[in-house]
């Protein structure tokens, strides 16, 4: 097996807040088979120590931006986890980026240049008897490794999962995170007067990568690229980007723990029975839709309550399982004053199977969307996906056009621009499609015949290792 060191803040089923996890979780195991032994370099949190088995001290770093730290080897749920343990930067309440209030934790930039610098000093060898061929660095949180990595001969990838978080830094902490002050200019790590931890990664990575090829496109034009898209087209030809699978194990309708497992669509009847009386919605004969999301800007939910009459209306249920902004959170409490639409502000990983499993459909009406996860969930359950026509959601959703419905492949329904009168047309149109018996069974087994793992995807990331590490 040829040696990668992955570097990233979350890792499935380890530390999650979002789709990076389930993809740094996933990818270990769909590279092995193409030659490549992943090793997963975390920030040592209490869940990732609690979950090594028999963890080994394999580096020591006496004096690690602040503190004392060593690096912890081990498995983790079947990963072979490196752990940045260091308790000054990771041994605290809250999320792996938030304290227990939900604000930023002061020493963010110093927390994850901490990681970069582990990593970079795990590539050049600090573990003796392993060193990565390739260091794939994944969103500005490892976004400084291939800058402390700038002056060695060692292969880097950076994956941008979302351009929104670009680790933006003052510039009073430049001697602090390890910088080079004579980088700190535009051509460098500098972003309008401070350090942008996601730019340096951008300029100084061998590779670049995003998770669908319609975002990688979309990244070099200034409605997507959030100031970083000079940088980006500039770097062309350098970008390319890689859909991500999903783990096709955790996710399978046929032997599901979480809810009532089924081989074909028709057996989706009773899971969708269960998920009404978990939720105590009446039985009608429209159709169940369902959301499972962050509830932020970008996920274009409060667009979803604009256009919901379209939907309810007409017979049609709403199921939500979201957290994260506090408005949208009681406006979508609020909508579910009607009978035929239950909402569950949380995170409930169990909950988003049964919910996922039960739906006839699953709305994804982001702004922006790199890739999207759920829209993939919902093609494995035969629950059609309804997506804005954006990033990634484009690039794996067949839209029930009259030409392909004509061809018999639609999986799903695309809608844009991102208007609540668009997504209401989508809505309306989702409707007529489930009341004809013949199309519906037939775009579910459209869907659920889609390949959402990573067989096509592994041997691209693969390639793009052979190519970094002999540069
Ligand atoms: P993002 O990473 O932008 O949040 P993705 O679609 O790529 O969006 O990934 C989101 C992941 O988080 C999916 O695995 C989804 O099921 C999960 N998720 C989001 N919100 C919740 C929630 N409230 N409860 C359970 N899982 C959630």
């Not at 580096?59 to 004392?68: N, Q, T, V």
Request: net charge neutral.
């Amino acid at each position: 097996m040829r040696p990668v060191l992955s570097v990233t803040s979350e890792c499935a089923p380890l530390v999650k807040t979002g789709g990076l996890a389930d993809v740094a979780g996933a990818l270990p195991a769909a590279l092995a088979p193409q030659g490549w032994g992943m090793r997963t370099l975390l920030p040592g949190y209490g869940s990732v120590l609690k979950a090594l088995r028999r963890p080994k001290t394999v580096a020591e770093f006496p004096d690690h931006f602040g503190g004392k730290a060593r690096v912890l080897s081990g498995k983790a749920s079947g990963l072979d986890i490196l752990a940045l343990d260091a308790p000054h930067l990771y041994d605290r309440p809250g999320t792996p980026y938030l304290d227990a209030g939900g604000i930023d934790h002061p020493d963010n930039p110093q927390r994850f240049a901490a990681l970069g610098y582990a990593a970079a000093e795990i590539a050049k060898g600090a573990l003796g008897d392993w060193t990565p061929e390739v260091v794939h660095c994944h969103d500005w949180q490892a976004g400084l490794a291939p800058y402390y990595l700038r002056n060695d001969k060692i292969g880097t990838v950076l994956t941008i999962h979302n351009i929104a978080f670009q680790g933006v830094a003052p510039a009073y902490l430049i001697d602090a995170l390890r910088l080079d002050r004579s980088d700190f200019t535009q051509a460098g790590y500098e972003y309008w007067g401070q350090v942008s931890t996601l730019k340096a990664g951008l300029r100084y990575a061998t590779r670049l990568t995003t998770v669908s090829p319609t975002y990688a496109e979309e990244l070099t034009t200034p409605e997507f690229g959030m100031g970083l898209d000079g940088l980006l087209r500039a770097r062309e030809g350098d970008l390319s980007g890689i859909l991500n699978g999903i783990d096709t194990v955790t996710w399978d309708p046929a032997n599901d723990p979480a809810t009532v497992p089924y081989k074909t669509a028709k057996g989706k009847a009773r899971a969708k029975k269960r998920l009404r009386k978990e939720f105590g919605l009446p039985e009608t004969d429209g159709p169940l839709a369902v959301v499972v999301s962050r509830l932020s800007h970008q996920k274009g939910l409060d667009v979803l309550l604009d256009a919901l009459p379209a939907l309810i209306d007409r017979g049609g249920q709403l199921v939500v399982l979201g957290s994260g902004d506090r408005a949208l959170e009681a406006n979508l409490r609020k909508a579910a004053d009607h009978p035929n639409v239950a909402v569950h502000i949380g995170y409930d990983e169990a909950m988003s199977h049964r919910i996922i499993a039960g739906g006839d459909a699953i709305i994804i009406p982001s702004r922006f969307e790199p890739c999207g996860l759920t829209q993939l969930y919902g093609l494995r359950y035969g629950t059609i996906p309804v997506v804005a026509r954006t990033g990634g959601l484009v690039d794996t959703v067949i839209d029930a056009s009259p030409m392909a419905l004509r061809a018999g492949v639609a999986t799903g329904l695309q809608f844009g621009p991102v208007t609540a009168h668009a997504l209401a047309t989508a809505l309306l149109r989702l409707i007529a499609l489930h009341r004809d018996p013949t199309t519906w069974a037939r775009m579910q087994k459209n869907a659920m015949a889609t390949e959402v793992g990573w067989d096509a995807s592994a041997p691209a990331y693969a390639a793009l290792y052979d190519e970094v590490a002999g540069a």
